[in-house]
């Protein structure tokens, strides 16, 4: 994006999303060139809005790919914030092989009969 006027600084444009299961949030943001995934979600209000979230434990990313809070920004990038799972799956598989359960592909349980 090119500086028509040197005197106001390039803003990039993003968005911040986060998502429970019963309420979804995108927040488009715009900030200096040169901001970072915290600057964005500070800048969101988010934090405001879902007292559940803390910058100190978040997990963030741009575009499902995980990232750190002092990762640059570019123009069009969606920063996420995600949510802890319910469920270790490594320990639900565990659990599933323990009580002797089948799984098919994609994860759901076979029928008792095997079919």
Same mark, same amino acid.
């Given at each position: 994006?090119?500086?028509?006027? %040197?005197?106001?600084?390039?803003? =990039?444009?993003? $968005?911040? @999303?986060? +998502?429970?299961?019963?309420?979804?949030?995108?927040?488009?943001? $715009?900030?200096?060139? /040169? +901001?970072? =995934?915290?600057?964005?979600?500070? @800048?969101?209000?988010?934090?405001?809005?879902?007292?559940?979230?803390?910058?100190?434990?978040?997990?963030?990313?741009?575009? /499902?790919? =995980?990232?750190?809070?002092?990762? +640059?920004?570019?123009?069009?990038?969606?920063? $996420?914030?995600?949510? %802890? =799972?319910?469920?270790?799956? #490594?320990?639900?598989?565990? #659990?599933?092989? +323990? $009580? /002797? #359960?089948?799984?098919?592909?994609?994860?759901?349980?076979?029928?008792?009969?095997?079919?």
């Amino acid at each position: 994006m090119a500086n028509d006027n %040197p005197s106001r600084p390039t803003l =990039l444009r993003v $968005e911040v @999303a986060y +998502a429970r299961a019963d309420r979804q949030v995108i927040v488009p943001v $715009e900030l200096p060139e /040169g +901001a970072t =995934l915290e600057q964005a979600i500070i @800048a969101s209000r988010l934090l405001e809005q879902f007292p559940e979230l803390s910058l100190s434990s978040l997990k963030v990313g741009v575009f /499902g790919k =995980l990232g750190k809070l002092s990762a +640059a920004l570019r123009t069009g990038d969606r920063v $996420e914030i995600y949510r %802890p =799972l319910l469920a270790d799956p #490594k320990e639900v598989r565990k #659990k599933r092989a +323990a $009580e /002797g #359960k089948r799984m098919r592909r994609g994860g759901g349980d076979l029928e008792p009969d095997g079919g």
